[in-house]
């Protein structure tokens, strides 16, 4: 479970690697592996995890709060363990986007 956090909130460009991620409901599902943003417009898109078990995409909708202590999600563990692998920015785009049509 995730300790209280109290720490203040960060912008996604200072979150340094590492960090603790927990879902929504307090579980542990690993640590910041890097933040994914357009940087000329300035746009945050996300994070990509390390859960132990292979490295995911988590979108930025998906992100709650981000701290130095630790990133909370806006999902609870089950749905994170539904999160996509992350596999680069060009196949990450497609696989989002194919999430997002009806019927899937």
Same mark, same amino acid.
């Given at each position: 479970m995730a300790?209280?956090?109290? !720490? @203040?909130?960060?912008?996604?460009?200072?979150?340094? *690697?590492? =960090?603790p991620v927990h879902a929504a !409901?307090?579980? @542990?599902l690993?640590?910041? @592996? *890097?933040?994914?943003?357009?940087a000329r417009e300035h746009i945050f898109d996300g994070i990509v995890i390390?859960? +132990?078990? +292979?490295?995911?995409? =988590?979108?930025?909708?998906? =992100?709650?709060r981000?701290?130095?202590?630790q990133v909370t999600l806006s999902i609870d563990a089950a749905q994170a363990a539904e999160l996509p692998?992350?596999?680069g920015t060009v196949k990450r785009r497609v696989s989002r986007w194919r999430r997002r049509?009806?019927?899937?």
């Open positions: 300790e209280p956090d109290d !720490d @203040h909130q960060i912008g996604y460009q200072a979150l340094p *690697r590492g =960090v !409901d307090g579980a @542990h690993g640590k910041v @592996h *890097r933040v994914l943003d357009n390390d859960t +132990g078990q +292979g490295l995911r995409f =988590v979108d930025a909708p998906e =992100v709650a981000i701290t130095l202590r692998p992350y596999e049509l009806p019927g899937r």
